[in-house]
């Protein structure tokens, strides 16, 4: 079975061989969700059907191609490629800058107040208490290098650490549990860990020194 003829068709794009193959992977995603977590199927379809050829791109939109089309656009297009710049060229910057912001304030925290609590968690748990001052590297030197966006992605890996450490010494009996207001009870954590997941991963966007 081939995608344009059976997926394509139905949205009356027989000739976009892409839109198809995307059409498909989300529904492969559906039948994935359905056999795992909801238990409604055991079979996923998706699976034996064939993949479109998919064509390279054969032009890439340079800066200078931009402007020119910028430039003869309506008001209207061009507030359109501002928001299509923005959020395309600047994700990982924003995500970044929003992480280091908000860990910001836990790195002041440390420096003003000290360790000892985490010490004596350390502790309760048989763990050396120098362990301690690894925050400092999660919530200080990690901040630091994702806020300038020098070696993001490192810094960005040691704030994920730290959080993972956080969770399991601090958080696990909430694991499973949910706030009065309906929401997990690890939500704070749970954003702080996959953001620096996700900042790790997409790198630290387009003003950074890593990107000089």
């Known amino acids: 079975m081939r995608r344009g003829r059976n997926v394509e068709n139905v949205g009356g794009a027989a000739a976009r061989p892409v839109a198809g193959n995307k059409e498909v992977r989300c529904l492969s995603r559906v039948f994935r969700l359905a056999k795992t977590l909801w238990g409604y199927t055991e079979y996923n379809p998706c699976l034996q059907v064939e993949h479109n050829v998919e064509t390279p791109r054969g032009v890439y939109v340079t800066d200078e191609m931009f402007r020119q089309v910028y430039e003869k656009a309506s008001p209207a297009l061009q507030c359109m490629m501002d928001l299509a710049q923005m959020?395309?060229?600047?994700?990982?910057m924003v995500l970044r800058l929003t992480l280091g912001i908000l860990i910001l304030f836990h790195g002041i925290a440390k420096l003003r107040t000290g360790v000892s609590g985490i010490e004596e968690l350390l502790q309760s748990h048989g763990l050396p208490w120098l362990l301690a001052y690894g925050v400092f590297i999660g919530?200080?030197?990690g901040l630091v290098l994702v806020l300038i966006g020098l070696y993001t992605r490192v810094g960005a890996l040691f704030?994920?650490?730290n959080m993972v450490f956080a969770i399991a010494l601090a958080h696990?009996?909430?694991l499973a549990d949910f706030?009065?207001?309906g929401g997990w009870a690890l939500e704070l954590q749970g954003m702080f860990l996959f953001t620096a997941i996700a900042v790790a991963l997409i790198g630290p966007g387009k003003y950074s020194i890593d990107r000089r």
């Open 179 to 181: 706030a009065e207001g």
């Open 87 to 92: 959020i395309g060229a600047r994700r990982g």
């Open 139 to 141: 919530e200080v030197l």
């Open 159 to 161: 704030i994920a650490l």
């Open 172 to 174: 696990t009996s909430q």
